[in-house]
């Protein structure tokens, strides 16, 4: 373990944790049953070539095939992006923006992984939910994360592009809208891990990052019931770009900060007795 966190402490800001969570899948354990009682054991076989794929960058849960998002484990692959806890910042939103009444129908737009959406789930689960992504290889990862996280026939999942004409027009309206559009700058100097690993469709959003925020929020007024909530993901620096997007769609915006206090998302609402106005 000394050796391995030593071998990535060069590569990752996260060495000796990245270590512990590769050793415990290589002994079939988790985290906490290896302290407990594996840490005399030997070393696994497949170990080393755990700790060779994460030291070229390849992230660990794409190794293990599994991440944690709101308090649940979600499958994994290189379809979708890695779940980060700077995303619960939306959830987390969401709580509080739904206090007196719990929303009936959500509608997770790029849903990934579906961890957006079944953590919303697992908020309210009496709640139907409708997940969409213009990959099918994510959606195939989503379909298994709604066989563990949700009941059955409560989450209908769409292979669907809001780049295409007429994709949401049988979708009906929603309560609550979530979104993690792609919002990262085509020139933006990323992380090995991210830049090499995490699929390039979900991350990159034109010259300013702001390409799918332009396409897709002056179509969420349609898809919202009266006094409904959109809640979108944005990057640290993009709040003011993003927000002037949303007014001029007719929405009022309120920001939401992650724990690092850095804009994380933006929650959209049409005020009462206005209309869009368009983008």
């Known amino acids: 373990m000394r050796a391995a966190t030593e071998l990535l402490g060069a ?23 290896l302290f407990l009682k594996r840490m005399g054991d030997a070393e696994p076989a497949g170990f080393a070539a755990l700790i060779a794929r994460r030291a070229a960058h390849e992230p660990v849960a794409y190794i293990i095939g599994d991440a944690h998002f709101w308090g649940l484990k979600f499958a994994v692959t290189p379809a979708v992006l890695v779940p980060r806890a700077d995303s619960e ?3 987390e939103a969401a709580v509080s923006a739904f206090t007196a009444q719990p929303p009936r129908r ?12 079944l953590a919303a789930l697992s908020e309210w689960p009496g709640a139907q ?4 992504d213009a990959s099918k290889d994510a959606l195939a990862v989503a379909a ?3 066989e563990v996280h949700a009941q059955p026939g409560q989450v209908s999942l769409l292979a669907r592009d809001w780049n295409q ?17 792609p919002y990262v700058e085509d020139a933006a100097d990323l992380e090995p891990a991210v830049r090499d690993h995490e699929p390039a469709s979900a991350l990159f959003a034109g010259l300013e990052g702001l390409d799918d925020y332009r396409v897709l ?14 809640l979108i993901e944005i990057g640290a620096d993009q709040a003011d770009q993003v927000s002037a997007i949303a007014a001029r769609a007719g929405f009022a915006v309120t920001l939401h900060r992650d724990l690092g206090e850095r804009p994380r998302a933006l929650e959209l609402k049409i005020p009462l007795g206005n209309g869009a106005l368009g983008a």
């Open 11 to 33: 590569r990752t800001d996260s060495a000796r944790l990245d270590a512990e969570l590769l050793m415990a899948h290589a002994l079939g354990t988790s985290r906490s049953e």
């Open 89 to 91: 910042t939306l959830i």
């Open 106 to 117: 959500i509608l997770d737009l790029g849903t990934g992984s579906g961890c957006l959406l």
């Open 129 to 132: 939910g409708v997940g969409i």
């Open 144 to 146: 298994r994360n709604a």
């Open 165 to 181: 004409a007429g994709w949401s027009g049988d979708l009906g309206q929603f309560d609550l809208i979530l979104a993690n559009p």
């Open 217 to 230: 929020i002056p179509q969420l007024p349609v898809l919202l019931n009266d006094g409904g909530v959109a």
